[in-house]
């Protein structure tokens, strides 16, 4: 029975032993580097796209499930997308050192864009409703000591769209591939489509309204009594969520769905007419003053 009671005594004291021996995980501390690039899918209706970018945000995740961010961006930027694959080369957005770890968001700002058109060289204004491009997947990049490079690569085709009937252009950005390196090896990368889709915030329909197949300004004079078609089925959702829309005509009376007909009966009076559209997250406004003549 002692011989046991030895025994047992030797191998606990062997069991601690060792347990003193097993060392704690390290986790990786310090400071790594980060260089954001962005390149383009060219596109075949423009000479070239110059686009502003103003700010990039790189969210780190904590503990506690609080999302801090990190401003990389100090000053806007404009890049030539097309040139840039023409070319073949990236363009630096911007350089920061940060906290190595885990970093769960990246959200890149698009302020404005201006092109020229491949057929008639005009030069156009191309408005930007939704400026946030939104990348959000828990441990997406996790940032390591040394040079860490985030490609992201805009997609124009499918970034510009016509609106009004083909008199307007807006710039939604769409994201075609996504990489992340570290020194020379990669980390992440991915082209899938769906897949990069899964991963971006969601974003506010893109409003587009013909009154009678014309555009609409900020204000519209209208004739009392008078039927008029208020079209709104070129909203576009770029995340393809389906839209409710919801009228409201100023005058107390609403409507529903993306084509509506109305008419306003009192003579020499202004209303504010308001459309909502919804896609189930996010919902997007548009607005015009109707002044009613006789």
């Known amino acids: 029975m002692?011989?046991?009671?030895?025994?047992?005594?030797?191998?606990?004291?062997?069991?601690?032993?060792?347990?003193?021996?097993?060392?704690?995980?390290?986790?990786e501390v310090g400071t790594g580097n980060v260089e954001f690039l962005v390149t383009d899918k060219v596109t075949?209706?423009?000479?070239?796209?110059?686009?502003t970018f103003s700010e990039i945000r790189l969210f780190k995740q904590t503990d506690d499930d609080?999302?801090?961010?990190?401003?990389?961006?100090?000053?806007?930027?404009?890049?030539?997308?097309?040139?840039?694959?023409l070319s073949?080369?990236?363009?630096?957005?911007?350089?920061?050192?940060?906290e190595?770890?885990?970093?769960?968001?990246?959200?890149?700002?698009?302020?404005?864009?201006?092109?020229?058109l491949n057929e008639t060289k005009e030069t156009v204004n191309i408005s930007v409703p939704s400026g946030w491009l939104k990348i959000q997947q828990l441990h997406l990049f996790n940032i390591q000591k040394g040079n860490n490079t985030i490609t992201v690569d805009i997609d124009l085709e499918n970034s510009i769209h016509m609106f009004h009937g083909?008199?307007?252009?807006?710039?939604?950005?769409?994201?075609?591939?996504?990489?992340?390196?570290?020194?020379?090896?990669?980390q992440f990368r991915e082209h899938n489509k769906s897949k990069i889709r899964n991963m971006m915030g969601n974003r506010k329909p893109a409003i587009d309204i013909l009154v009678n197949d014309s555009l609409v300004e900020k204000?519209?004079?209208?004739?009392?009594?008078?039927?008029?078609?208020?079209?709104?089925?070129?909203?576009?959702?770029?995340?393809?969520?389906?839209?409710t829309f919801l009228w409201d005509f100023g005058d107390g009376t609403n409507a529903t769905g993306a084509v509506v007909t109305h008419s306003y009966?009192?003579?020499?009076?202004?209303?504010?007419?308001?459309?909502?559209?919804?896609d189930g997250q996010e919902e997007a406004k548009w607005h015009v003053t109707v002044k009613i003549n006789s």
């Open 2 to 27: 002692k011989k046991k009671i030895v025994v047992l005594c030797i191998a606990i004291g062997l069991f601690v032993i060792a347990c003193g021996c097993i060392e704690e995980e390290k986790v």
């Open 44 to 51: 075949e209706d423009f000479d070239y796209v110059n686009v």
């Open 66 to 85: 609080n999302d801090s961010y990190i401003t990389v961006m100090s000053e806007s930027k404009t890049v030539d997308l097309i040139s840039l694959n």
């Open 88 to 98: 073949h080369i990236n363009e630096t957005l911007g350089v920061i050192e940060i």
């Open 100 to 116: 190595v770890g885990n970093y769960s968001k990246l959200w890149i700002n698009v302020t404005s864009a201006i092109g020229v």
């Open 166 to 186: 083909g008199e307007e252009y807006k710039f939604i950005p769409v994201i075609s591939s996504l990489e992340h390196r570290h020194e020379n090896k990669l």
């Open 219 to 243: 204000n519209v004079t209208l004739t009392a009594n008078e039927t008029y078609e208020f079209n709104a089925s070129g909203t576009l959702d770029v995340d393809g969520d389906d839209m």
């Open 265 to 278: 009966t009192d003579e020499q009076k202004t209303y504010q007419l308001w459309l909502t559209v919804r």
